[in-house]
């Protein structure tokens, strides 16, 4: 069974600090996806990542894929009150798309 | 270029009434799917499509009928609604022409079933 595990579910960062959320998942997909949540609000894309060792990067965010270890990261840079959301990770496998629980990220000043 | 819509925005329903959730995509998708988000939860997948004429169980399709006669449009139907699909319903769309794989999310339902 396609399973997503994403680490940690909740992460209360201060301003200007880094930190890495986890995504984990059991399928030998190599299409993976990042997704930002604002609260009450739909999901909003923000990386498809699509091959082994496929990096990328928008602003503070940075994603990456391992298909070899099934996992992909989201690293955030120097981070700023403004990117306090739930992001959540969805693997790909004959059309059925997985999501993880997400994680619930604060930003604070 | 409107993208995914979805309609009605909020919907209370008494038990074992049915409806219709609403979802249009102008973008010449071949690929609509529709998911479910609990409170504290990720997305759950109740149906998909790949093409007009064309649709499959997800993870979730249990009380949840879907069909699609056309490229744009893809309702999905609650047959007899009970409590425990109070819940949030987004739509979305995705085409693979063009290997961008990106996938798009309409604004969501919010169904209350009482």
């Known amino acids: 069974e396609l399973k997503v595990e994403q680490n940690p579910l909740f992460l209360s960062m201060q301003e200007g600090k880094n930190y890495t959320i986890y995504c984990n998942y059991s399928?030998?997909?190599?299409?993976l996806y990042w997704y930002r949540q604002d609260p009450g609000k739909s999901l909003e894309s923000l990386f498809v990542l699509l091959s082994n060792g496929a990096v990328k990067q928008e602003g503070r965010l940075m994603a990456s894929l391992d298909t070899k270890a099934r996992l992909s990261t989201l690293h955030i840079t120097a981070a700023v009150h403004d990117l306090s959301a739930t992001y959540f990770c969805a693997v790909v496998e004959n059309n059925d798309m997985r999501f993880g629980a997400g994680t619930r990220l604060t930003v604070k000043p | 270029n409107a993208g995914v819509t979805q309609t009605p925005k909020f919907q209370v329903l008494k038990t074992g009434q049915s409806m219709t959730l609403q979802c249009a995509q102008d973008m010449n998708h071949e690929y609509m799917s529709w998911y479910r988000q609990d409170p504290g939860m990720g997305l759950r997948l109740i149906h998909y499509s790949v093409g007009a004429g064309i649709t499959d169980q997800g993870e979730v399709p249990n009380g949840y009928n879907v069909s699609r006669s056309t490229t744009e449009d893809f309702p999905l139907r609650l047959l007899s609604a009970a409590p425990s699909q109070t819940s949030v319903y987004f739509c979305?769309?995705?085409?693979?022409?063009?290997?961008?794989?990106?996938?798009?999310f309409g604004p969501g339902t919010r169904l209350t079933v009482t």
């Open positions: 399928t030998t997909s190599d299409r």
């Open positions: 979305a769309s995705r085409t693979d022409r063009g290997k961008s794989y990106e996938q798009y």
